[in-house]
């Protein structure tokens, strides 16, 4: 008779849980189209002018401009959609094949940006390239949350170093600041983390989602921090073929 009661108990413990969870996720898809309705229209405002300003006879340097903010508007959309569907444990990629080096130059315009604006100097290298599939949208949010973490890591006027190769079938990422070396690689999954800590670092946030998504696209993810000195991450993806 015990061991039936225990049996029904566990079993309403558990028909709870998924409750719960579907619960959660609803929730979730609910809050995700609200900001996401939310955040579209100053965008489609800021689009709006861009198009304005491109019938203008304007200068070179104006179409520069110009054409940033059209690709940080769109940058806003690819990390807020990211984030929502991470939180809701939904994150799944939908990769193209990819020239990685034309890839990596978009990026990096767009991190180049944002550490002027830290007031940190990035630095690049980029090796042989390959054709990657990859998911741009999720990838770009993964390159922005480990460019945001060493900015965080680095000092004033401090310097970040992002490299790439081809070696073995792989591509090769390498992203080392010259910082305080204060970062550790966290534990768990990004979704558990979320609801599952009452207090949790940013910095913790931002490493769990893009080693999520570089795990996504078989990837592998690597962080060394050394006290005083810096933080580099490294990280290898699959290629789909060679150039």
């Given at each position: 008779m015990l061991s039936k009661q225990i049996e029904t108990a566990i079993e309403r413990t558990i028909s709870l849980e998924m409750l719960i969870k579907d619960e959660k996720h609803d929730s979730g898809k609910r809050l995700r189209e609200l900001i996401t309705n939310e955040i579209k229209v100053p965008l489609t405002i800021i689009n709006n002018y861009i198009e304005i300003l491109n019938e203008?006879?304007?200068?070179?340097?104006?179409?520069?401009?110009?054409?940033?903010?059209?690709?940080?508007?769109?940058?806003?959309?690819?990390?807020?959609?990211?984030?929502?569907?991470?939180?809701?444990d939904d994150l799944k990629p939908s990769g193209n094949n990819l020239q990685f080096n034309e890839l990596i130059?978009?990026?990096?315009?767009?991190?180049?940006?944002?550490?002027?604006?830290?007031?940190?100097?990035?630095?690049?290298?980029?090796?042989?390239?390959?054709?990657?599939?990859?998911?741009?949208?999720k990838f770009y949010t993964a390159m922005f949350q480990l460019?945001?973490?060493?900015?965080?890591?680095c000092r004033k006027g401090g310097k970040i170093y992002f490299g790439t190769e081809f070696n073995e079938g792989m591509i090769s990422i390498t992203i080392q600041n010259e910082g305080k070396g204060s970062l550790a690689e966290p534990e768990g999954d990004i979704h558990e983390y979320f609801y599952l800590k009452k207090n949790f670092k940013d910095d913790d946030m931002k490493l769990l989602l893009a080693k999520k998504i570089i795990h996504l696209h078989s990837g592998q993810f690597n962080l060394e921090?050394?006290?005083?000195?810096?933080?580099?991450f490294r990280i290898t993806l699959p290629i789909v073929q060679t150039l």
């Open positions: 203008k006879k304007l200068p070179a340097e104006a179409d520069d401009i110009i054409r940033m903010l059209q690709k940080q508007a769109h940058s806003v959309e690819d990390i807020s959609e990211t984030i929502f569907v991470s939180m809701m130059d978009d990026i990096l315009e767009l991190l180049s940006e944002y550490c002027e604006a830290r007031d940190v100097k990035l630095f690049k290298k980029i090796g042989e390239g390959a054709v990657v599939n990859i998911d741009r949208a460019i945001k973490a060493s900015c965080d890591d921090s050394v006290k005083g000195n810096g933080t580099t």
